[in-house]
Each structure stands twice: as C-alpha cells, then as structure tokens.
C-alpha cells in the first residue's frame, strides 16, 4: 500500500507562483517513479510532469514547459511540484502519481500507467 498527501495548492495571482508537494508513505521503502497530473472543470485529469526515481530524469507537458519544474527529496519522501508564472489556464485540481508496480521506463506520461493517486489540491489563478 502507497498513500500518497498533496499539500501546497491555493489562490493565486496571474504571474505568481506556487510550490506543490507531494508526501509519500506505506508498507514499503521504494523510490518510485512519480508523476503530477491536474484536472480542470469539465475537462479530462491530463499530464503536467514525471520524474525518474533518482530525479536525474523529467519530462513535462508543453503547456508548462519552462514554467513548472518537478523536482524530488527522497530522503524526506517527498516530490514536489514548483509552479512559476502562473497563467489562469492553469487552474485546476492537481494530482500527484506513483508507479508503485513494476516498472522499466524512467518515467511515465498517463494516467493509466499509475496505480497509485493522492487526493488532489486545488490551485487557483486569478486575472
């Protein structure tokens, strides 16, 4: 079992920031692959960023390419999420994911390669 805590979201100004976390626990003490998704109103949960279990490798949507860095501390067992000029666009109810099951590529892009999620945090960007 893997329980997974996000933490950080909240209102925000267009052009600000914010820096999400992501808490990881549970029976084991494996480094999994992670990855961060969001969901805004009346659209599908959709890819933001994925790290590698070292964190020596990312991936990211072209949305938030050269805005948002995904970033992990392993020895507090946490990934987090800093989010830089912040557009409305962006508001949405975001997810952190681990690949808790086996795994072979560095890092993962969807939704269905994940079988575990957190519970969500809201970000809002106002205008």
């Known amino acids: 079992q893997v329980q997974l805590v996000e933490s950080g979201g909240g209102l925000v100004q267009a052009g600000g920031s914010l820096r999400l976390s992501c808490a990881v626990s549970g029976r084991t003490a494996s480094t999994y692959p992670m990855g961060w998704f969001r969901q805004a109103p009346g659209k599908e949960r959709g890819f933001v960023a994925a790290?590698?279990?070292?964190?020596?490798?990312?991936a990211y949507d072209d949305s938030v390419k050269g805005r948002f860095t995904i970033f992990r501390e392993n020895a507090k067992n946490t990934v987090y999420l800093q989010l830089n000029s912040l557009k409305p666009e962006d508001t949405a109810v975001y997810y952190c994911a681990a690949r808790s099951a086996y795994y072979s590529a560095n890092v993962y892009s969807s939704t269905g390669e994940y079988n575990d999620w957190g519970q969500g945090t809201q970000v809002t960007v106002s205008s």
């Open positions: 790290i590698s279990r070292s964190g020596s490798s990312t």
